[in-house]
């Protein structure tokens, strides 16, 4: 069964840090690039990062540059994302999801996300 | 950054009925748009790629359409399970970018 599952959300205090990860089942990890979506309470959906398959090509929306750090580690199948500097307005539903790419024939131009975690939560609060 | 606009922001409907959300692109985006559905305390759903690709396992009463920078998602006859809120999202450049949502309730 393909699938991600989300740990290492909580509670932390402002200024503080969490290291989330995310565990894939049921298909080839290192060929999918991977990303980290969140959402806040009542809101609406906002990307924070992606990571390729290899790890070599890793990016970040602005708000969250030079705080969090995605990692990966395709011998475990997991996924990281490493919060330092956390901030109220950080406060979320985080969810891992595969960005899959559709292809005809050796064109490969379209893509989306279409395996989610369940997500885990994140509190930033004092 | 290309902001995603849908409208309407919440819709009423019965089971049966044809329903159409709308969703605009800031500037072009050719048909790199995806369409989401999310169930409350579930992960969103991938329904539609490319703009009018169906995702494979999803019912055909749901379509999509557009290019450029309005699209739209169509739902032919709507089903009880259908009753959620749809996100489009744009996968033309970074950072990627979703519609704000559109809440669709029973009437």
């Known amino acids: 069964q393909v699938q991600l599952v989300e740990s290492g959300g909580g509670l932390v205090k402002p200024g503080g840090s969490l290291r989330l990860s995310c565990a894939a089942s049921g298909f080839t990890f290192s060929d999918y690039q991977i990303n980290w979506i969140r959402q806040a309470p009542g809101k609406g959906l906002e990307w924070v990062s992606y990571?390729?398959?290899?790890?070599?090509?890793?990016f970040y929306t602005d708000s969250v540059k030079g705080r969090f750090t995605i990692s990966r580690d395709n011998a475990k199948n997991s996924l990281y994302l490493q919060m330092n500097s956390l901030r109220v307005e950080d406060t979320a539903v985080y969810y891992c999801?595969?960005?899959?790419?559709?292809?005809?024939?050796?064109?490969?131009?379209?893509?989306?996300?279409?395996?989610w975690g369940q997500g885990t939560m994140v509190t930033v609060s004092s | 950054d290309i902001q995603m606009t849908q409208s309407p922001s919440s819709l009423s409907a019965s089971v049966g009925d044809r329903v159409t959300i709308t969703c605009r692109a800031s500037q072009t985006i050719s048909n790199y748009l995806n369409w989401y559905q999310q169930k409350p305390g579930r992960a969103p759903k991938l329904l539609i790629y490319a703009a009018s690709s169906l995702q494979s396992g999803v019912p055909s009463r749901f379509s999509g359409s557009g290019s450029g920078t309005d699209f739209t998602l169509t739902i032919s006859s709507l089903q009880p399970e259908d009753f959620a809120t749809y996100y489009c999202q744009q996968s033309y450049s970074l950072p990627l970018t979703f519609g704000q949502g559109t809440r669709l309730n029973i009437k």
């Open positions: 999801a595969r960005r899959v790419r559709y292809c005809s024939g050796t064109t490969c131009s379209y893509d989306a996300f279409d395996i």
């Open positions: 990571i390729s398959g290899t790890g070599s090509t890793i």
